[in-house]
T-cell receptor
Framework: GQNIDQPTEMTATEGAIVQINCTYQTSGFNGLFWYQQHAGEAPTFLSY??LDGLEEKGRFSSFLSRSKGYSYLLLKELQMKDSASYLCAKMDSNYQLIWGAGTKLIIKP | IAGITQAPTSQILAAGRRMTLRCTQDMRHNAMYWYRQDLGLGLRLIHYSNTAGTTGKGEVPDGYSVSRANTDDFPLTLASAVPSQTSVYFC??????????????FGEGSRLTVL
């Protein structure tokens, strides 16, 4: 299948750093995306990786290793407002997004 | 404010009834999508449209139909609702006909309960 695997839930402390991992099947790969979704709200785009390496965007960074079928989202200087679900999605050979079930991130003071 | 609008935001529906979820965008995006989101599962694509006048089936199309008469509107119809269609439905759009950028803009969702 096209399983996109990410942890169901993670907990971190305000001000700390957290890394959310995502693994996927390497066949038919056209990019890896991360979205943020607050409870009861729509997903919003965070990042896009198509080449290996780290993409930094403020407090958020995303990493990709195409050969390993692996990505992570790194959140620094965590704030309470970062409490949300983080969705990993792979773009397949038909340019359609295959979504993981999401990682619920709980931030504690 | 430019964006993508869904209606209704919430609906309770008796099984067997017909229901249309509306979606309108004013960003002139070519591609539009309908997803359903269920607890513990990723977003699943129901139907999509790469441009006005064309539609395609996604991962879970059974029991749903769509139309794309113009660029702005992409309604989703449940011809005869069943309880397994209880879900949160998201409409989305992107500015590439092939969806190559991957950046989707989502509506606020429609929470549908079928009893």
């Amino acid at each position: 299948g096209q399983n996109i695997d990410q942890p169901t839930e993670m907990t971190a402390t305000e001000g700390a750093i957290v890394q959310i991992n995502c693994t996927y099947q390497t066949s038919g790969f056209n990019g890896l995306f991360w979205y943020q979704q607050h409870a009861g709200e729509a997903p919003t785009f965070l990042s896009y990786n198509v080449l290996d390496g780290l993409e930094e965007k403020g407090r958020f960074s995303s990493f990709l290793s195409r050969s390993k079928g692996y990505s992570y989202l790194l959140l620094k200087e965590l704030q309470m407002k970062d409490s949300a679900s983080y969705l990993c999605a792979k773009m397949d050979s038909n340019y359609q997004l295959i979504w993981g079930a999401g990682t619920k991130l709980i931030i504690k003071p | 404010i430019a964006g993508i609008t869904q209606a209704p935001t919430s609906q309770i529906l008796a099984a067997g009834r017909r229901m249309t979820l509306r979606c309108t965008q004013d960003m002139r995006h070519n591609a539009m999508y309908w997803y359903r989101q269920d607890l513990g599962l990723g977003l699943r694509l129901i139907h999509y449209s790469n441009t006005a006048g064309t539609t395609g089936k996604g991962e879970v199309p059974d029991g749903y139909s769509v139309s794309r008469a113009n660029t702005d509107d992409f309604p989703l119809t449940l011809a005869s609702a069943v309880p397994s269609q209880t879900s949160v439905y998201f409409c989305a759009s992107s500015d590439s006909s092939a969806g190559q950028t991957g950046e989707l803009f989502f509506g606020e969702g429609s929470r549908l309960t079928v009893l």
